[in-house]
């Protein structure tokens, strides 16, 4: 054998070799641990069994599973933007801020689904984690979503700008309220609760309790990926580009199922491990749809598309971006940080300062903050 041949076959193994050692088990808690993978094969080996869907039973046959509050705030929101849709692509249509504001609120009392009314369930008192300034700047924009002129030659209902009001508030509050409240509240929390004691006339502990919560802001489906794919998290997360890139419905998802499987059976350290890994692909996972929107922008001005499309992905860009400071309590960018390409989009928006440029400007802060420069252009 020549010595070109034993250095490629060398090179061969090693790359073989490298390949192999790069995907395992990366959980410590696990038997199965492998130090040297660089991303989890979703196959760790523990003391109890994960169940593929979000279902768990006490020992008589009890759910234990309940995020009913979850669920109808997600309903709160749909309604909403449908009704913020109405004034898409039509002129003859105009909304009506006390509408908006009272449904943000749940004074509304002309919910489709009636269950909604006074259930005691809000979107506004869940936002920022009650923050007044944050949730007065939601209320701003819902008065000035009303307080717009609808235009006949534009399909969504955007301002005089260009920014489309609809996508800012339901994309703002995804992340405001429904990240916001799965991460720096309940998973935030989580290691303080107790689980040792089921709650009083039901059938899960506190603790079981908060982590299904968290669960219900990311999707309602306790079968997810096969449903719950349709609104919201649950819904972009599985999005090819987040799905393919970063693995969010999938680690999310196997997270959740695994760290309840692990309070179930007392494994504390195992559930506030896989906590971990929620609030970090959280984080990723809002980023990334912020790159996505971003690299879509800049694809459209290349390309010398229709403004008002460009627009339309600006203004998802935008809110996506707005929502990373509520990302956890150590979000990768500083409200002073994100509120500087906020400002810089909606000039953008505007037309005063449009171009690659500044469009790459933004893609590399958000790449780099969120540590996923090595595939901002993928999303």
């Known amino acids: 054998m020549t010595l070109i041949n034993k250095i490629s076959m060398l090179l061969i193994a090693t790359v073989l070799f490298a390949s192999c050692a790069k ?12 130090s040297n993978a660089e991303k989890t094969d979703n196959n760790c080996d523990y003391s109890y069994t994960v169940p593929q869907n979000y279902e768990f039973t006490d020992l008589n046959g009890n759910n ?47 919910w489709d689904d009636s269950e909604l009314d006074d259930n005691g369930k809000q979107l506004k008192s869940k936002t920022a984690l009650g923050d007044a300034g944050i949730q007065a700047m939601f209320e701003g924009w819902m008065t000035a979503a009303a307080a717009a002129t609808p235009s006949s030659n534009a399909s969504y209902l955007q301002d005089s700008s260009g920014l489309e009001w609809t996508q800012v508030i ?6 405001a309220c429904f990240v916001s409240q799965l991460t720096s ?3 935030g929390g989580i290691s303080e609760d107790d689980n040792t004691e089921i709650i009083e006339g039901e059938f899960y502990t506190e603790m079981e309790h908060h982590w299904d919560e968290a669960y219900g802001y990311f999707t309602d ?9 349709n609104r919201f998290w649950g819904k972009y997360a599985n999005k090819s580009y987040l799905e ?56 459209q001005v290349s390309s010398g598309g229709d403004q008002s499309s460009i ?4 203004s998802e860009a935008l809110a996506f971006i707005y929502g990373i400071q509520f990302v956890t309590d150590n979000p990768d960018m500083s409200y002073t940080e994100v509120m500087s390409i906020v400002n810089q989009i909606e ?18 802060q958000v790449a780099a903050a969120s540590g996923l420069t090595d595939k901002k252009n993928d999303f």
Not at 170 to 175: A, Y
Not at 221 to 229: F, I, L
């Open 23 to 34: 995907k395992g088990c990366m959980d410590p808690t696990a038997a199965n641990y492998d």
């Open 64 to 110: 234990t599973v309940s995020f009913t509050g979850q669920t109808a705030r997600m309903d709160m929101l749909s309604e909403m933007v449908t009704y913020l849709k109405t004034a898409n692509n039509n002129a003859a249509v105009t909304l009506d801020a006390a509408v908006l504001l009272s449904m943000y609120d749940n004074t509304y009392t002309n």
């Open 170 to 175: 339901e994309k703002g509050l995804m992340s």
């Open 185 to 187: 509240n309940y998973l």
């Open 221 to 229: 489906a306790p079968d997810y990926p096969t449903n719950g794919t």
């Open 244 to 299: 393919d890139n970063i693995g969010s419905a999938t680690d999310i998802a196997t997270a959740f199922r695994t760290g309840r499987a692990a309070i179930a059976s007392g494994n504390i350290a195992d559930a506030l491990y896989q906590a971990e890994i929620i609030k970090s692909e959280s984080k990723q996972m809002v980023a990334g749809m912020a790159l996505h929107y971003l690299n879509d922008v800049k694809a």
């Open 311 to 314: 627009n339309h992905s600006m």
């Open 347 to 364: 000039q953008s928006v505007a037309g005063i300062s449009q171009n690659i440029m500044e469009i790459n400007s933004s893609i590399d």
